[in-house]
């Protein structure tokens, strides 16, 4: 499988063909997965550690071009998700303050593990890699399509939204709410719409159900020694450290 | 590339939309000999669009609608799709794979050639519409006439013997449009051009038909038929 995504060139301007984003994907793909299992099962009383794991990612970016500051940010995007559930936690008294803050810690190292993999990775690339490990095809395949029709969508709805407006609408509009609502629905009948077109120019291009593999992959020494120095490193310190 | 072995029949064609009072297409019959450039022009509503899904399978007619002899049915789509490809007028629904390599790869890798096959079809594909040098962009870095470019090189490289294409130079600014138009002189299969564009049928086809309320008014050469200004206007398309 190949996936989809939006807009490579917009995405991964930096990529430079550095030995990291060389690696076969499926290395990078078993690499980040572990850690994110490494940062999930990592004892409270160790949570210090998710500090030197944030800091190497961003060491590793560096050296990737990436500027830390791009990789924080964009880690920075999960922590809502994550806060506003412990947040309710701590008010009602299920969690303490260092379980809360244990718990955003993860979810902001977790995310730069994702957010480094991303952009030393093709989206396609990634896609292909977890087809190939054995991710079920219907499910690679909506993410691709979601991925890179997530994109299309937003184009659209700020088209929409900029019709809108130039018509007058905002704050002051009667029924302002049940009009986003309509504008809303209009906006899902459309995505419909484009995906049945889509889905028909798959068919007149043969498509029976399954992506085909356009990039074979190939895993070289270097890339299983990656792949199993760091999916050994998490499993073996985490044993250690229990 | 392509063989241009194909003759397309239609036969009293009909075909009425679901929810519709009237037929899209009432009887249309017509016959594109092998390596026709065929360009099909009419009002909104017509049944252009009816009468393109009808050549590659998205819809089934009885009788059916013959390629090469073969009916296009259910047992044969798959086999028809791999003769007949289609450019749909939105290359945002045409163009779905992330880079422009892979979009062109996505049809002879479906139909299971092997990778250096898929390779060299690709990179022809993408030499014969002037698009080698885009192969690894991304649709949304390419210009409306790349684009256009690019999703006829989708369908090329499935080595088809027909060619349909839906309204193939709408919203391309004047370079873009002589780039299509240069496209598709260059290519010798049977092409089936649904357009509203006349000086592109005038540059490309050597018959047209015209289609208004789903039948078939006019067929004949392509300066007959755009030279009789009165039929044009009459029919709504010029």
Redesign the interface.
């Known amino acids: 499988m ?9 995405e991964h301007a930096h990529l430079h063909g550095t030995w990291v984003e060389k690696l076969d994907p499926r290395a990078k793909l078993v690499s980040a997965l572990s850690l994110a299992a490494w940062i999930g099962a990592l004892p409270q009383r160790h949570a210090g550690l998710l500090g030197l794991v944030g800091t190497g990612l961003v060491v590793v970016a560096a050296l990737q071009e990436i500027p830390p500051r791009t990789l924080i940010v964009r880690a920075s995007a999960a922590l809502p998700f994550v806060l506003v559930p412990a947040v309710v936690h701590l008010l009602v008294g299920s969690f303490d303050v260092a379980t809360t803050a244990t718990l955003a810690g993860r979810a902001f190292v977790a995310a730069m593990t994702v957010t480094l993999l991303v952009s030393v990775t ?3 690339a990634i896609l292909n890699a977890a087809s190939s490990l054995g991710m079920p095809d219907l499910l690679v395949q909506t993410t691709a ?1 979601v991925y ?1 029709y997530l ?2 969508l937003r184009e659209r709805a700020s088209a929409t939204a900029a019709s809108a407006q130039a018509r007058g609408y905002g704050v002051h509009t009667p029924h302002r709410f049940a009009v986003a609502g309509s504008m809303l629905g209009s906006l899902l009948l459309h995505g419909l719409d ?1 995906a049945d ?2 889905q ?9 159900g399954r992506f ?5 992959l190939k895993m070289t020494a270097t890339d299983w020694l990656v792949g199993a120095c760091v999916t050994l490193s998490c499993a073996g310190s985490l044993f250690w450290l229990r | 590339m392509a063989s241009v072995a194909a003759e397309i029949v239609l036969d009293h064609l009909v075909h009425r939309w679901r929810g519709r009072d009237e037929d899209a297409l009432a009887g249309v019959s017509l016959t594109i000999p092998a390596g026709q450039r065929l360009g099909l022009v009419g009002p909104n509503g017509a049944g252009k669009s009816t009468l393109i899904a009808h050549l590659n399978g998205a819809l089934f007619a009885t009788p059916p609608v013959r390629v090469g002899g073969t009916p296009i049915d259910r047992a044969n789509v798959v086999a028809i799709r791999r003769r007949v490809g289609v450019v749909q007028q939105e290359t945002d629904d045409q163009l779905f794979m992330p880079t422009v390599a892979e979009d062109v790869a996505f049809g002879p890798a479906n139909a299971g050639h092997p990778h250096a096959e898929v390779e060299r079809r690709v990179r022809e594909a993408l030499r014969q519409v002037g698009a080698s040098d885009l192969a690894h962009r991304t649709h949304a870095t390419l210009s409306g006439g790349e684009r256009r470019r690019v999703a006829i090189a989708t369908v090329l490289s499935m080595d088809v013997e027909v060619l349909v294409l839906d309204e193939p130079t709408s919203n391309l600014d004047a370079r873009g449009r002589r780039s299509v138009v240069d496209v598709l002189r260059g290519l010798a299969q049977t092409l089936v051009v649904a357009t509203h564009d006349l000086d592109l049928v005038r540059a490309v086809c050597d018959r047209v038909v015209i289609l208004d309320g789903g039948r078939l008014v006019a067929d004949g050469p392509t300066a007959a038929i755009l030279d009789d200004r009165d039929q044009l206007e009459r029919h709504g398309v010029a």
Not at chain 1, 2 to 10: C, K, N, Q, R, V
Not at chain 1, 200 to 208: F, N, Q, W
């Open positions: 190949s996936g989809l995504h939006f807009d490579d060139t917009a093709q989206f396609s399509l890179r994109f299309l484009r077109r889509v028909s120019a798959m068919l007149a291009r043969g498509y029976t085909p593999m356009t990039r074979p």
